[in-house]
């Protein structure tokens, strides 16, 4: 159960502000600040005809593979090389604990990498033809 109160109200307004201009949020805060409660929250929040969820714990065995199967296991394919929620349809996407998959022998974190691929360049890979 979560009580309302002027800071909970707040974050909901600023995840709806960046819902509604379709942008990612990040949320940063010590542990036990509430932040995840915050999100799921405001999942309830939602109307499920127009606005689709899903959630992603990570963890120190969390991979880009994994992260990437989790990711189009919650897509459609659209037409050709298009993936995207169902029609008529938002999909956020909650990521909680991005700092728990171990860092690699490069001194980089693999699912992380994966992210700033799909944020700056909106595509992702095949892994088995090796294409977009």
Do not use: W
């Amino acid at each position: 159960m979560v009580v309302p109160t002027a800071e909970t109200t707040r974050q909901h307004y600023l995840i709806d502000v960046h819902r509604s201009i379709d942008k990612g949020l990040l949320y940063i805060g010590t542990a036990g600040t509430g932040k995840t409660t915050v999100v799921r929250n405001y999942f309830t929040t939602l109307d499920a005809e127009r606005c689709m969820n899903a959630t992603m714990n990570f963890n120190s065995y969390t991979d880009s593979k994994a992260l990437q199967t989790v990711l189009q296991g919650n897509v459609d394919k659209r037409s050709g090389k298009i993936l995207g929620p169902a029609a008529g349809r938002h999909l956020i996407f909650f990521m909680d604990d991005l700092n728990m998959p171990t860092v690699d022998g490069f001194g980089t974190q693999s699912p992380l990498c994966l992210i700033r691929q799909i944020i700056d360049y909106e595509i992702i890979f095949d892994r088995d033809h090796l294409e977009e």
